[in-house]
């Protein structure tokens, strides 16, 4: 078995036992199924789908892009009863494959490239993501590891048509994701004009078949279901819009300041569904920045991590509930690429280790006492 295959299984296996169980929250399963009755629509409203939009006449439209339901379809064509954490738990154990090979490519190093891969899926919130899988987790993890899989190509391959193709299929995942788009512009740059041509070619397919979807839905190319959910601006979140700059605080306290909650009984400590900060989840995250700052690709890793979280710290609403901060998943790609660069000048010593230790035991901590035993409040 080749090492990659037995990292797969190896998350495989742990996304799977330490499940929360089958989802309520299903929208790309259902979404899957009416594309395979020929339906861009589900003509069903569970009340405990509360972002359907209803289109008047019996239809309801899923306001989620629709990528993970795209990849659902083969797997619902093969097995009757295939559950939508399953396609979670195996996306989520291909994050800690490319994030592997990536670290192979910056350096050399089988130490290094495991490390990696142990932090990226036991040592982040994407094993909580993964082992849930509820729709807005589905989504997130499945745009990390196309984005993921687009910075591999990058750093491995000259073949601007499969860097376009991943970088589209991560947008028709989440659609923010388009903002980090100068990242691979300038860095194929010097390349020639030539190769940027063949990237946007690799990339229109998802961007044509999107613009498609929403103009057949919504009457515009544009990504507006949002706004239509009903009820949605009488929620207190969003009483500024879904995008205002006065939410930055708000998500800037859980991303930088969240905490867990403390109670008065056993077992003490449990996770906030309000979320936690990313160095509490990811302390090893902290050798991000060590990265040399000189070189291009790190620099514009920084900038995109930038572009993105001007996006997501803007949106009404901090990503509840959750574990961690999930809206960070959507730069998480960059941040592994910094983070090995950064451990990559050195040996790994001892602080990398115990770092990573920590990072596991929190995410561990966080999986059971959430999916386990449902330790867990505001």
Known sequence: MTPSLFIF???????IITSAGKTPYDYFLRLSQAFLEGKYYIDENPPWLSELIPSGDGKFYIVHPPMPAILLIPFLMIFKNFQQQYIAHIIGALIPVVVFNLSLKIKKNIKLAIWSSLLSGFGTIIWF????????YLGQITACLFLLLAIYKLITSDDPIKIGVFLGAAYLSRVNIIICIPFFIFLLKKKGVKEFAKLILGFMPFFIFNSIYNYIRFGTIFDVGYSKIPGIFEEPWYQKGLVNISYIPDHLKILLLGMPKIISHFPYIIPSWAGMA???????FVFSLFAPIKEMVVKWSWISIFLISTIILSHGGTGFTQFGYRYAVDFYPFLFLLTIRGVAKTKLKKIHWILLFISIIVNLWGVLWINKFQWVSY
């Open 9 to 15: 299984f190896l998350f495989l296996l742990v996304y």
């Open 129 to 136: 993501l993964s082992s849930v899988g509820s729709s807005w």
């Open 278 to 284: 990313i160095w509490l989840t990811t302390p090893a």
